[in-house]
């Protein structure tokens, strides 16, 4: 009996670890104001997401004002796994610009 307990234990141990594991594979998108400060406005920086992090990036809305000192941004969805969505956000978070999570674009409210 106590053998088939642990079976048991151990098989629901896998059970959690492969849905882990699968929720990390799924694709997900979440979607960010990015405020890009004059100083970055010839720095790659939506290129780096697609290159480096392997994120599809769909750019919604942008304002980049390239002879004044104003900032510009960019609206854009950020689609891919759970990991390279936080990689993306890091590299983001690393150069100090200020991001905004926005509303789905369903209208349910959800920020990111």
């Known amino acids: 009996m106590a053998a088939l307990n642990n079976h048991q234990t151990n098989s629901q141990s896998r059970l959690s670890l492969v849905s882990s594991v699968y929720a990390k594979s799924q ?8 405020h890009i400060p004059k ?3 010839q720095v790659p920086v939506i ?3 697609i290159s480096a992090y392997g994120l599809v990036v ?3 809305k942008a304002l980049l004002q390239p002879n004044t000192d104003k ?3 960019f609206d ?3 689609r891919g796994t759970v990991p390279q ?3 993306g956000l890091a590299y983001l978070e690393s150069l100090n610009l200020r991001i905004v999570g926005k509303p789905n674009a369903d209208g ?3 920020f990111c």
């Open 27 to 34: 694709v997900t998108q979440i979607r960010l104001r990015i």
């Open 39 to 41: 100083y970055y406005l």
């Open 47 to 49: 290129s780096q997401l």
């Open 58 to 60: 769909n750019i919604t």
């Open 71 to 73: 900032e510009g941004y």
């Open 76 to 78: 854009i969805e950020l």
């Open 85 to 87: 969505i936080s990689r």
């Open 108 to 110: 349910d409210g959800w």
